[in-house]
C-alpha cells in the first residue's frame, strides 16, 4: 500500500501545474512505466467470483470538484469514486450525443459549440469543457488506474443521442436529417436518427468500434437515457415502407400498437444482435440496463417505458448480463415486492447474469433513501438490506447509480466494505 | 454550332421528361472549406476551414487559387462576414485553460468578434462567452451578433435563461480603429428557457429587417424568423419559413426580397440550399449543401457540401414557386364552447361532449373575468377535469396568475403572468396551442411557455369547476372555455405583416 501511494504522489507532483494534454501523456508514460512492476491490488481486488459493486461514474458531474480534463483530475475522480469501495467502474463515454473521447464517427471539433450552428451552447463550466479532444481524452488514464488496481474497466455508453437538450446532441445526428427520426404526423425531430435506416444501424456499429478499442471488460448500454427517443419518434421513410411491407394499406397505427412496436423492436434487436456479435468477438461483456422492472413481460415493458424488453434478449444469448436499474415495488412492502422481483428477474435471464441497482438516485423512486423511509430505517441499514437481497437472489453483483460527489454517505460505503468483507471473503 | 445548340436544347427537354433537375447553373468547386461569404465587390470569397484540430478562416478568389489566411494560428476561428468597405468581422478566441481553471479563476476569455481591416486585427468584444455569427449592417456601423452574454451560468440543463441572445455593437461609437466596441446591447431574449435560441442573425440590404435562425424548443425544429430593426419585443417576431421545414443560417439576396438558408424537408436526401420570397413564402431547393450566400449582384450562390465551398449561378429558372402547407393551429376563429356567470362560491358544472375532446394538436382557450380583492392564498379560478387528469387545465391567481395544463404524461406544465395586484377586475385568458401555453391579462400580448414535451391530449371531460378558494366578495363574473384564437388577446405578428 505504502509504495502505492508513493506512486500517486509521484503522479500528483509530476501532473502539478502541467497543461492537461502534456499532463494526459506524462500520466500515460508514468502508467506505463509502474505497469512494469507488480501491481497492488487493494482490498477491492476482484476475482471471478467475486460479487461485484459497478460505480456507474459520469465525470461531469465532478467538473466543479476536480479538473477533469486533467490525468490529474481524472485520477482525483476515480479515487473518490471508489471511497464507495466499488469494485468495478463503469465509465460513461458521452452525454447525450457529445462524446467523451476523440471519435471519428462524431467529428469531435464540431462537438465544442459554437462550431455547429445547429447546436445551442452550454455557458456553464459543462458546456467549456473539451472531453471530446485528445487533451481531454480520460478513457486511457481510467483504464490504466482500473488495471493497476485489480478493479474492473466497463464502459457506460447510452442509446440517447442528446439528453433533453441541444448542447449535447450528436454531431452526426444534426448533420444527417435524411435519417432524423418523424413523428406519426410526419415531422422530423432533430434529437435522434430513425433505426430504421440502415447507415444509422452502421454508424452506431462504427461506434462501437470505437468503444472496443478502449479495450474495456464490458459495455453496459442503458436504455433509460433515451433523450425523449421512443416508438413515436419512430415513422421514418423506411418505417412506413416496413409497414406497408407488413400490413399493406393499412395507415401507419399509433405508437401504442403491439405491432408497431414489433416492427421497430426487431429492427432494434438487429443492431443489438449485431452490438452483441461485436462484443463476444472482441471478447467483452455486453450489458443491458433496464428501468421499472416489474412482473410484467417484455411488451407491456416497451409500452410503459417506451423502452426495450430485456427477456428475449436475455434468453436469446444478446445479453450477456441484464442490468435492473430500478425495480416498481409495492411501497406498502418495499423489501418484500423488490425481492419478488428480483427472484422474478432471475427466472427469467436466460443464461445472463444479473445486477440490481443500490442507487442513491431516485429518479424512479428506487434509491436507497427511498427505501429506507418506507422501512424506517437508516440508509446504511436499508443498503445492507438491498446488498443482500441482490447476492441471495443469486445476482453478481449491484450497480451504484450513478457515483457523484459525495453522493454515497460514508454510512452506506461502510455498509458496503462490510458486505464485501462477507461475502467476498468466504 | 447550331448543332450542338439543338442538342443541348434536346437534352434539357429529355432531362425535363425524365422528371430530372440539373442546377440551372451547374456549380464550380473553390475551395475546401465552409460558411463561404462574397466580398462586397464579389471577387472574392471569406470562408473557415477545418484543419487538424482547429478552425483557420481565410479568403480566396471566387475563381479559387491561393489563400490570403486571415487566422491560422492556435485558437479557432469562424463565421466570416465583410463590411461594405472590404474588412472582415468573425468570431474567433483561443482558449488555453480547462473549464475547471477557467472557472475557477474567473476567466474572460471565451470566443469574441474580430474586425479585419487594412491588414490590421482589432478585438471588437471581450467576455467568457461566445459571440458568434455577425451580420454587418448595410451602413458599417452596426453588428448583429449571436451571444451567450448573460446567459445563467448555473442549472445549465434546467435553465430558464435562452441558450443564446441577439446583440448589437455599434462600431461608430468606437474610439479609434484598434479600439474595443464598447459593452454590447442585448435585443433579443427568448422566453422559453435554453433549449431555445437563436444563431446567425442577418439583416437586410435596407437595414430594416432582421432575420434569423431560432429554435423554440427542443422538441421543434430550427426555423428562419424575422422582426423589424428596432422592433425586438417578443410579439413582433415572426415566423419567416413554413413550419415543416428546418431553416437555418439565413442569407439576404441584394434585391431584399429573396433569402437563402440551409434547409430540410421530410424526404430531402440532406441539408439543402433553399431560396425562399419572403413576402409570399414561395420557396425552391436549390441543391443539397449547407451555409448558403448570394454575390452582391444576385446572380451566383455560394454554398457548402462536405467541407469544400461551390459556387453556382443563380438564375431566373431558381426562382422560388411552391408554397409549402403552413400548419398552423391558431388560426380559426375564437368559438365559445361553454360559458358561466356569477359564481362567487366553488361550483362544480358538469360538462361532457366530444366538443370539449382537446387533442394535442387542438387550440383552445380559458377565459376569465374575475374580481378579486387581493393575492394573498390560492384561486383556482377555473378547472377543467377529465379522465386524463383531474387538473387537466386551470387558471388560479396568487400572487401571480397562472394558466396551467400537462404534458403527455400527465407532468405538470404552466406560464405565469405577473404584475397582477387583486383589487379590481381582471380578465385572464389562457391558450393552449399543440406547442405552447400563453396567459394574456387583460388583453396583453401573451407570456408563452414552449414546453419541452407535448402536451396532453385531452378527451373526456368530466366538469368545471369554478370558483374555488373565492374570498368573501369575490367573484367570477364569466367563465369561458372554447376553441381557436380567443379575440381580446393580440396575435403575434405574421410573415405578412412583416414584409408587405
Known amino acids: 500500500m505504502k509504495s502505492m501511494i508513493v506512486r500517486k504522489s509521484q503522479l500528483a507532483q509530476l501532473s502539478a501545474n502541467c497543461k492537461p494534454k502534456f499532463c494526459l501523456a506524462l500520466t500515460l508514460a508514468c502508467c506505463q512505466c509502474l505497469g512494469a512492476q507488480p501491481e497492488i491490488p487493494d482490498s477491492r481486488h476482484q476475482t471471478p467470483n467475486s460479487f461485484q459493486v459497478v460505480a456507474l461514474v459520469d465525470s461531469?458531474?465532478?467538473?466543479?470538484?476536480?479538473?477533469?480534463?486533467?490525468?490529474?483530475?481524472?485520477?482525483?475522480?476515480?479515487?473518490?469514486?471508489?471511497?464507495?469501495?466499488?469494485?468495478?467502474?463503469?465509465?460513461?463515454?458521452?452525454?447525450?450525443?457529445?462524446?467523451?473521447?476523440?471519435?471519428?464517427?462524431?467529428?469531435?471539433?464540431?462537438?465544442?459549440?459554437?462550431?455547429?450552428?445547429?447546436?445551442?451552447?452550454?455557458?456553464?463550466?459543462?458546456?467549456?469543457?473539451?472531453?471530446?479532444?485528445?487533451?481531454g481524452d480520460e478513457f486511457p488514464v481510467v483504464r490504466e488506474e482500473c488495471r493497476r488496481r485489480g478493479i474492473g474497466f466497463g464502459i457506460h455508453t447510452t442509446i440517447e443521442e442528446n439528453h433533453w437538450y441541444s448542447p449535447l446532441s450528436s454531431n452526426w445526428t444534426l448533420a444527417h436529417p435524411q435519417y432524423w427520426c418523424c413523428t406519426r404526423g410526419g415531422d422530423p425531430w432533430m434529437g435522434a436518427c430513425s433505426i430504421m435506416h440502415p447507415e444509422v444501424v452502421e454508424h452506431k456499429l462504427k461506434m462501437v468500434d470505437e468503444r472496443l478499442a478502449m479495450k474495456p471488460q464490458k459495455i453496459m448500454l442503458d436504455f433509460w437515457r433515451n433523450g425523449a427517443w421512443s416508438y413515436a419518434r419512430e415513422y421514418?421513410?423506411?418505417?412506413?415502407?416496413?409497414?406497408?411491407?407488413?400490413?399493406?394499406?393499412?395507415?401507419?397505427?399509433?405508437?401504442?400498437?403491439?405491432?408497431?412496436?414489433?416492427?421497430?423492436?426487431?429492427?432494434?434487436d438487429g443492431y443489438l444482435r449485431k452490438f452483441s456479435a461485436k462484443c463476444r468477438a472482441a471478447g467483452v461483456e455486453f450489458v443491458g440496463g433496464?428501468?421499472?422492472?416489474?412482473?410484467?413481460?417484455?411488451?407491456?415493458?416497451?409500452?410503459?417505458?417506451?423502452?426495450?424488453?430485456?427477456?428475449?434478449?436475455?434468453?436469446?444469448?444478446?445479453?450477456?448480463?441484464?442490468?435492473?436499474?430500478?425495480?416498481?415495488?409495492?411501497?406498502?412492502?418495499?423489501?418484500?415486492?423488490?425481492?419478488?422481483?428480483?427472484?422474478?428477474?432471475m427466472a427469467n435471464r436466460g443464461k445472463a447474469e444479473v445486477y440490481f441497482p443500490l442507487a442513491t438516485y431516485n429518479f424512479e423512486k428506487?434509491?436507497?433513501?427511498?427505501?429506507?423511509?418506507?422501512?424506517?430505517?437508516?440508509?446504511?441499514?436499508?443498503?445492507?438490506?438491498?446488498?443482500?437481497?441482490?447476492?441471495?437472489?443469486?445476482?453478481?453483483?449491484?450497480?451504484?447509480?450513478?457515483?457523484?460527489?459525495?453522493?454515497?454517505?460514508?454510512?452506506?460505503?461502510?455498509?458496503?466494505a462490510a458486505f464485501l468483507k462477507e461475502v467476498n471473503s468466504k | 454550332m447550331k448543332a450542338i445548340k439543338v442538342a443541348m436544347c434536346s437534352l434539357a427537354?429529355?432531362?425535363?421528361?425524365?422528371?430530372?433537375?440539373?442546377?440551372?447553373?451547374?456549380?464550380?468547386?473553390?475551395?475546401?472549406?465552409?460558411?463561404?461569404?462574397?466580398?462586397?465587390?464579389?471577387?472574392k470569397i471569406a470562408f473557415q476551414r477545418l484543419e487538424g484540430d482547429v478552425f483557420k478562416l481565410g479568403v480566396v478568389g471566387v475563381g479559387g487559387g491561393t489563400v490570403e489566411w486571415v487566422e491560422d494560428g492556435p485558437g479557432n476561428a469562424a463565421y466570416p462576414e465583410w463590411t461594405p468597405s472590404g474588412g472582415l468581422v468573425y468570431m474567433a478566441g483561443h482558449d488555453t485553460?480547462?473549464?475547471?481553471?477557467?472557472?475557477?479563476?474567473?476567466?474572460?476569455?471565451?470566443?469574441?468578434?474580430?474586425?479585419?481591416?487594412?491588414?490590421?486585427?482589432?478585438?471588437?468584444?471581450?467576455?467568457?462567452?461566445?459571440?458568434?455569427?455577425?451580420?454587418?449592417?448595410?451602413?458599417?456601423?452596426?453588428?448583429?451578433?449571436?451571444?451567450?452574454?448573460?446567459?445563467?451560468?448555473?442549472?445549465?440543463?434546467?435553465?430558464?435563461?435562452?441558450?443564446?441572445?441577439?446583440?448589437e455593437i455599434d462600431l461608430t461609437a468606437r474610439e479609434g480603429a484598434s479600439a474595443a466596441a464598447g459593452e454590447p446591447r442585448i435585443l433579443m431574449d427568448s422566453p422559453n428557457g435554453n433549449n431555445s435560441g437563436f444563431v446567425q442573425p442577418a439583416v437586410s440590404p435596407d437595414g430594416k429587417t432582421l432575420v434569423w435562425g431560432h429554435l423554440e424548443n427542443f422538441f421543434d425544429m430550427w426555423r428562419i424568423y424575422g422582426t423589424r430593426v428596432g422592433r425586438w419585443d417578443r410579439q413582433e417576431w415572426c415566423p419567416v419559413t413554413p413550419r415543416g421545414l428546418a431553416a437555418i443560417s439565413p442569407r439576404w439576396h441584394p434585391n431584399g426580397r429573396l433569402i437563402c438558408f440551409s434547409g430540410f424537408r421530410r424526404d430531402d436526401p440532406g441539408w439543402g440550399v433553399w431560396v425562399e420570397e419572403v413576402a409570399t413564402g414561395k420557396v425552391k431547393r436549390l441543391e443539397t449543401g449547407e451555409n448558403p450566400c448570394f454575390s452582391p449582384d444576385g446572380k451566383s450562390i455560394a454554398y457548402d457540401r462536405d467541407g469544400v465551398v461551390y459556387v453556382r449561378?443563380?438564375?431566373?429558372?431558381?426562382?422560388?414557386d411552391e408554397i409549402l402547407p403552413e400548419l398552423r393551429d391558431d388560426d380559426a376563429p375564437e368559438k365559445v364552447l361553454w360559458s358561466k356567470e356569477d359564481v362567487s362560491k366553488e361550483t362544480a358544472l358538469e360538462a361532457a361532449g366530444p366538443q370539449f375532446a382537446f387533442g394535442d394538436d387542438t387550440t383552445f382557450f380559458v377565459r376569465v373575468k374575475v374580481k378579486l380583492d387581493g393575492t394573498e392564498g390560492l384561486r383556482q379560478l377555473l378547472?377543467?377535469?377529465?379522465?386524463?387528469?383531474?387538473?387537466?387545465?386551470?387558471?388560479?391567481?396568487?400572487?401571480?396568475?397562472?394558466?396551467?395544463t400537462r404534458d403527455f404524461g400527465g407532468r405538470y406544465l404552466d406560464v405565469k403572468k405577473d404584475g397582477y395586484k387583486g383589487q379590481r377586475e381582471y380578465t385572464f385568458t389562457g391558450i393552449r396551442t399543440s406547442k405552447s401555453l400563453m396567459l394574456s391579462v387583460d388583453g396583453s400580448v401573451p407570456a408563452v411557455n414552449v414546453p419541452r414535451t407535448k402536451v396532453l391530449s385531452l378527451k373526456n371531460l368530466r366538469r368545471f369547476v369554478v370558483g374555488r378558494g373565492l374570498k368573501a366578495g369575490e367573484k367570477v363574473i364569466k367563465a369561458e372555455v372554447g376553441t381557436g384564437w380567443p379575440c381580446d388577446v393580440p396575435k403575434f405578428r405574421r410573415r405578412e405583416d412583416l414584409f408587405k
Open chain 1, 290 to 345: 433496464f428501468v421499472g422492472i416489474d412482473d410484467k413481460d417484455d411488451a407491456s415493458l416497451r409500452t410503459r417505458y417506451s423502452g426495450f424488453g430485456w427477456r428475449h434478449l436475455a434468453k436469446e444469448g444478446v445479453l450477456d448480463a441484464v442490468y435492473v436499474m430500478s425495480v416498481v415495488y409495492d411501497p406498502k412492502d418495499p423489501f418484500g415486492s423488490t425481492e419478488r422481483i428480483y427472484r422474478n428477474v
Open chain 1, 60 to 135: 461531469l458531474d465532478f467538473a466543479k470538484e476536480f479538473d477533469i480534463e486533467t490525468a490529474t483530475g481524472t485520477v482525483q475522480t476515480l479515487e473518490h469514486v471508489l471511497l464507495t469501495h466499488a469494485n468495478d467502474i463503469w465509465w460513461r463515454d458521452k452525454g447525450g450525443g457529445r462524446m467523451r473521447y476523440p471519435s471519428e464517427c462524431e467529428v469531435w471539433q464540431f462537438s465544442e459549440a459554437p462550431f455547429d450552428k445547429k447546436r445551442l451552447p452550454s455557458e456553464d463550466i459543462y458546456g467549456y469543457l473539451r472531453l471530446e479532444s485528445p487533451r
Open chain 2, 97 to 167: 485553460e480547462t473549464a475547471y481553471e477557467a472557472w475557477r479563476g474567473g476567466s474572460k476569455n471565451g470566443y469574441g468578434l474580430w474586425l479585419y481591416e487594412n491588414g490590421a486585427k482589432s478585438r471588437l468584444t471581450t467576455g467568457r462567452c461566445r459571440d458568434y455569427t455577425p451580420s454587418v449592417s448595410p451602413d458599417g456601423g452596426k453588428i448583429y451578433f449571436v451571444t451567450t452574454r448573460g446567459v445563467a451560468s448555473e442549472s445549465a440543463v434546467y435553465s430558464k435563461a435562452a441558450s443564446t441572445r441577439i446583440a
Open chain 1, 366 to 416: 428506487c434509491g436507497i433513501g427511498e427505501y429506507a423511509k418506507l422501512a424506517k430505517i437508516s440508509e446504511a441499514e436499508a443498503a445492507t438490506r438491498l446488498l443482500r437481497l441482490a447476492k441471495d437472489a443469486g445476482a453478481r453483483g449491484v450497480v451504484l447509480e450513478c457515483v457523484d460527489y459525495g453522493n454515497y454517505r460514508p454510512a452506506v460505503c461502510d455498509a458496503i
Open chain 2, 383 to 404: 378547472i377543467g377535469e377529465y379522465d386524463e387528469h383531474e387538473y387537466a387545465f386551470q387558471v388560479f391567481a396568487n400572487y401571480a396568475v397562472w394558466f396551467s
Open chain 2, 13 to 43: 427537354v429529355l432531362s425535363m421528361a425524365a422528371g430530372c433537375r440539373t442546377a440551372p447553373g451547374g456549380e464550380r468547386r473553390v475551395v475546401r472549406g465552409f460558411n463561404p461569404v462574397f466580398s462586397p465587390d464579389g471577387g
Open chain 2, 313 to 320: 449561378e443563380f438564375t431566373a429558372a431558381d426562382m422560388p
Open chain 1, 236 to 268: 421514418s421513410a423506411p418505417a412506413l415502407a416496413e409497414w406497408r411491407r407488413l400490413y399493406g394499406g393499412e395507415p401507419a397505427p399509433e405508437p401504442s400498437d403491439p405491432r408497431w412496436q414489433n416492427m421497430v423492436g426487431e429492427r432494434f
